[in-house]
């Protein structure tokens, strides 16, 4: 395999998981010598997602799509989204007779049940058609894997995910305000009721509460919670500064399949307080790099004596160039299996 073609709804200028996730697997599949090409919503036009404004709806139609997935001239196929470039992306696919991969990033039917009154077996019965099409789907972790396969799901491939060790690391110097209080306990990510940030903002904490991020739910936030700082987006070294100034990261979403954010909290030596639910069971477990309580209290004040340099110790069991590869493996085995169902 030299080419793979990744179409995805989720891109700039989104901050996320996904997007983080699919840049540094795709910079690592290019140094393999893997040719990678992506499609997304910013070569159509588009309008803003109702809510979401910083997605970017693709306005196209299916035989646009093949067409141009057929001008890639890929060996493979990746379609990383549930959007609606993914589904044209599938539809196209299934009309080619052209086997594909999908990946399942967020729990899309948890998001939509937030939101609307929609019953979480109708989302899941829409997905599941979607992603068994496909010939493999990509998941980050064994909870998020056994949840889908008792849901119905076939196929089902691990793709975990990596932190970038040279960029978040610890750093002796605070970025935040010197007069805020400590400790300081910080949630970063996107600023959404499907995070949960409330949960956390509604603790009885000593020292300062500190939100790095931004989105839809930001500026109400700010207003039903003078007491918090909120620094707004961050990325980069800037990012991984603020991280390295907190005294404990607080992850309350209960929504997240894997949560990105713990990694690179954990590589900057911060220890992590989060629910035992998936995501933060797979990342943190027993690994002693954290507290996990179904009270967030508790959980928050005893990471305080979690040791710094283990946090970033095992951080560092999760490289980038170790996701590419499983992800090459993932399309490679596809492949194989597609191969040997058209031989049947």
Known sequence: ??????????????????????ERTAAELVDMGIRVEFLTPQAFRTLPCPTYPEIRLSLTHTGTVRRMIAGYDCDHLHIATEGPLGLMAASAARKDNRPFTTSYHTRFPEYV?????????????????????GVGCMVATRSLEDDLRARGFNNLMRWSRGVDETIF???????????????IFMNVG??????????????????????????PQLESLKRDYPDVHFTGPKVGEDLAR????????????????????????????VPVAAYPVMGPLDVIGDTGAGVLSDNLQE??????????????????????????????????????????????
């Open 1 to 22: 395999m030299t080419s793979i073609l990744i179409v995805t709804d989720a891109w700039h200028p989104q901050i996320n998981g996904v997007v983080r996730s699919l």
């Open 113 to 133: 049940s937030a939101r609307l009154p929609i019953p979480l077996s109708w989302s899941y019965s829409w997905l599941r058609r979607f992603h068994n099409a």
């Open 169 to 183: 690391k610890p750093c002796s110097q605070s970025v935040l305000p010197a007069d805020l209080p400590r400790p």
């Open 190 to 215: 996107r600023v959404s009721v499907e995070k949960n940030i409330k949960a956390f903002l509604d603790l009885e904490l000593p020292g300062t509460k500190v939100v790095v991020g931004g989105g």
């Open 242 to 269: 603020h991280y390295a100034s907190a005294d404990v990261f607080v992850f309350p979403s209960l929504t997240d399949t894997f949560g990105n954010v713990l990694l690179e909290a954990l590589a900057c030596g």
């Open 299 to 344: 959980a928050a004040l005893a990471a305080l004596d979690v040791p710094r340099d283990h946090c970033r110790k095992m951080a560092l069991n999760y490289t980038w160039a170790a996701s590419a590869q499983q992800f090459l493996d993932n399309a490679r085995q596809a492949r194989d299996r597609e191969a040997v169902a058209v031989a049947a």
